[in-house]
């Protein structure tokens, strides 16, 4: 029984955590950071893919830096760290969008971070060879 009590508020806690945040993987954005073609599949299209992750708060960022971790996975818990990369953000902003590329297709984990390293998100993207 203690055990699931843990589990609950562990469970609250993140929940807490990303309240706010909406995070998407898409091919493009427009002029006001709105994914366009929004995916969790992607089709690889040759010897670079770019793709876009948009970062959006509707009670703002709240932090000066935005992070992203993105892994190549090798199943659902066990990946290698592919690329770090981050955004230089103001915490009164609502938003901020960051170009990813990728050099192959594969599955990967992108999580996403605030400058103090508590997590955001944390999402899956497929890109497939065809």
């Known amino acids: 029984m203690k055990n699931v009590v843990l589990a609950v508020l562990l469970l609250l806690g993140s929940l807490k955590l990303m309240a706010g945040y909406d995070v998407s993987v898409c091919d493009s954005v427009d002029q006001k950071g709105n994914c366009i073609n929004k995916s969790d599949i992607f089709h690889f299209t040759g010897d670079r893919m770019k793709l876009q992750v948009a970062v ?45 590329y990728f050099v192959k297709p594969g599955y990967y984990r992108i999580d996403v971070l605030k400058a103090d390293k508590s997590q955001i ?3 899956f993207i497929t890109i497939s060879d065809r």
């Open 56 to 100: 959006h708060n509707k009670d703002m960022l709240n932090t000066t830096r935005i992070l992203f971790k993105i892994y190549l996975m090798k199943n659902d818990n066990d990946g290698d760290i592919y690329a770090e990369l981050s955004s230089y953000t103001k915490p009164e902003w609502f938003g901020v969008v960051k170009k990813l």
């Open 121 to 123: 998100s944390s999402t």
